[in-house]
C-alpha cells in the first residue's frame, strides 16, 4: 500500500529546543516536499527536493532545515523553534505511475505548538 | 508569497446540487492540480491538468485547465453529504521547477441534506 508517514504526529515543545520531524514513503518517489497549514492561507510550501542530496527553499523556509540522505526519507528540523513556527505541517511525495501520471501523496499530518 | 485566488472562500449547498470553484492567477501555469481534505487528514490528490484547455474528470468532479494558463476550475455535479471538506487547487509556475507548488487557500463545501 502507497503510504507517505510521519512522526510524531503531536508534539508540543518549547521555544528552542531543537526538534526533527520525521517523513518516510514506500514508492520509490524522487520528488518530496513539507509544507506548513495555517487557517486560511492553504498549505505553504516549506522545502521540497527532486532526489538524494538536492533540496530546494519553498516559500517559507526561513526557521526550517532538511535533509535527503535516502530516497525514503526527508526530515524535516527546527533548530531553534519559534511560537510563530506552531502549525499543522505535511509531508508529501511525488512521482509518475505508467497509467495514471502525476501521482501525490500526503503524510497524516504532524501538529506542532511551540510554547 | 501566495499567487493563487481561489474561490469561493466556502460554499453551503444542498445535496443533488452541482458545485463550482475555481482558481485564478496572474502568471501562468506549467500544472494545475486539485485535492480534498477531510477533517483529521491530509489531501489526497483528485486531478491532475498538464496542457491549457484540458478537461478531464474524476467521476461526479470535472477539473479545466484554463485556455490562458492563468486559471483551473473545479466542478461536482450531483453533491452528496461525503463531499464534505476542504478543496485546494494547486499549480506549478511555468518558471518554477517540478515539484514546486503554490496552493490556494482553500473552499470549504459544506452539503446540507
Known amino acids: 500500500e502507497a503510504q507517505v508517514t510521519q512522526n510524531p504526529r503531536y508534539l508540543i515543545t518549547v521555544t528552542g529546543k531543537k526538534l526533527t520531524v520525521t517523513c518516510s514513503q514506500n514508492?520509490?518517489?524522487?520528488?518530496m516536499s513539507w509544507y506548513r497549514q495555517d487557517p486560511g492561507l492553504g498549505l505553504r510550501q516549506i522545502y521540497y527536493s527532486m532526489n538524494v542530496e538536492v533540496t530546494d527553499k519553498g516559500d517559507v523556509p526561513e526557521g526550517y532545515k532538511v535533509s535527503r540522505k535516502e530516497k525514503r526519507n526527508f526530515p524535516l528540523i527546527l533548530e531553534s523553534p519559534s511560537p510563530n513556527q506552531t502549525s499543522l505541517y505535511f509531508c508529501?511525495?511525488?512521482?509518475?505511475?505508467?497509467?495514471?501520471?502525476?501521482?501525490?501523496?500526503f503524510g497524516p499530518g504532524t501538529r506542532l505548538t511551540v510554547t | 508569497g501566495q499567487q493563487l485566488n481561489q474561490s469561493p472562500q466556502s460554499m453551503f449547498i444542498q445535496e443533488g446540487e452541482d458545485v463550482s470553484m475555481n482558481c485564478t492567477s496572474s502568471s501562468i501555469f506549467n500544472t494545475w492540480l486539485w485535492y480534498k481534505q477531510d477533517p483529521g487528514e491530509g489531501p489526497v490528490l483528485l486531478i491532475a491538468l498538464y496542457k491549457a484547455g484540458e478537461l478531464t474528470s474524476n467521476g461526479r468532479l470535472t477539473a479545466q485547465f484554463g485556455i490562458t494558463r492563468k486559471d483551473s476550475f473545479l466542478n461536482i455535479s450531483a453533491s452528496i453529504p461525503s463531499d464534505v471538506g476542504i478543496y485546494f487547487c494547486?499549480?506549478?509556475?511555468?518558471?518554477?521547477?517540478?515539484?514546486?507548488?503554490?496552493f490556494g487557500a482553500g473552499t470549504q463545501v459544506v452539503v446540507t441534506p
Open positions: 514508492m520509490n518517489h524522487e520528488y
Open positions: 508529501a511525495s511525488i512521482g509518475t505511475s505508467g497509467s495514471s501520471g502525476y501521482e501525490q501523496y
Open positions: 494547486a499549480g506549478q509556475l511555468r518558471t518554477d521547477s517540478w515539484g514546486k507548488l503554490q
